[in-house]
């Protein structure tokens, strides 16, 4: 459940990370993303948000009622504790941006406004990155012996890489938006009025037959 509501939660800050801004460049985009869409994925990101800091909250109770020094250990020391963690700038950066950003999303007319819901939508998907980076990064540069404790630094091909796969994504994201519907054709012809089947008839004529 933790990472099934994880991924809906960092799959919709995206998203909407993605469309708001394309909402704003293309004419009549916002007649289809409107803002009852976004207060409704507003909605959801404050829900799963709370789902994903009752994990973390969860995680730090079960080392604690474990009475598991060691399992203990990854979250004071290596995590949490800024005194003695050398990553704890990682951890509560993944604590404010998934746990304390959404908290705004109980104002309504947060909730509406698109450029709030981008900044959240923004610092979510920093958040998320730096969950799998304290997944990772925090819990394995601490082995059982003490001479194989080290810190992470990033080598120029970890960067180059990094960077690359964002770009390759909103390359691939731009080609879509190019040449592929944004939306659904399948859901729009169903919400769009449809035209007067008949409109040559006079009006009495179309009131005969039923239109």
């Not at 801004?21 to 009852?36: A, G, M, Q, S």
């Amino acid at each position: 459940p933790y990472f099934v509501a994880g991924a809906v939660f960092g799959g919709f800050a995206m998203v909407l990370f993605l469309l708001i801004p394309l909402r704003e460049l293309l004419p009549n985009f916002k007649d289809l993303l409107t803002l009852r869409h976004l207060e409704n994925m507003a909605k959801i990101l404050l829900l799963t948000g709370m789902m994903v800091g009752f994990a973390y909250a969860m995680e730090f109770f079960i080392a604690w009622y474990g009475a598991n020094e060691f399992e203990w250990a990854v979250f004071i020391n290596n995590r949490a504790n800024p005194a003695e963690a050398p990553y704890w700038w990682a951890y509560w950066t993944m604590i404010g941006c998934n746990v304390l950003s959404p908290q705004v999303f109980w104002f309504r007319a947060l909730r509406q406004n698109p450029a709030v819901i981008w900044i959240v939508a923004g610092f979510v998907t920093v958040g998320m990155w730096f969950e799998r980076f304290v997944i990772i990064v925090t819990s394995l540069h601490r082995a059982w012996l003490p001479g194989e404790w080290g810190m992470f630094y990033p080598t120029l091909v970890d960067i180059l890489t990094f960077v690359g796969s964002m770009g390759i994504f909103m390359t691939l994201f731009l080609l879509f938006v190019k040449f592929l519907p944004v939306f659904a054709l399948s859901e729009l012809k169903a919400v769009m009025p449809q035209a007067d089947p008949h409109p040559e008839k006079p009006a009495k004529d179309a009131q005969k037959d039923g239109y």
